[in-house]
């Protein structure tokens, strides 16, 4: 069975407004948990710093990366 690509141009307004805002708010959240990262000392983060920023910075998750980043990521103080 072969799956027929579906074009950009092709997709209702309303589905082509949710894929932008989905991919805003990951930029945005990713942005802020590499900001975070970066100014914490490796003693302020459950795990190694290269990991969380590797996965932050390559994987795409439409936010949950950084949600997980920001709720198991971070060591309270």
């Known amino acids: 069975m072969e799956k027929k690509m579906v074009r950009w141009g092709d997709l209702p307004p309303r589905t082509r407004a949710v894929v932008v805002t989905v ?15 970066r100014r914490r000392s490796a003693d302020e983060v459950n795990g190694p710093k290269a990991a969380w920023a590797t996965a932050l910075a390559v994987v795409s998750s439409a936010g949950a990366v950084p949600g997980a980043y920001f709720l198991l990521g971070r060591r309270r103080s």
């Open 23 to 37: 991919g805003a708010v990951d930029i945005c959240l990713r942005a802020l948990a590499l900001a975070d990262l």
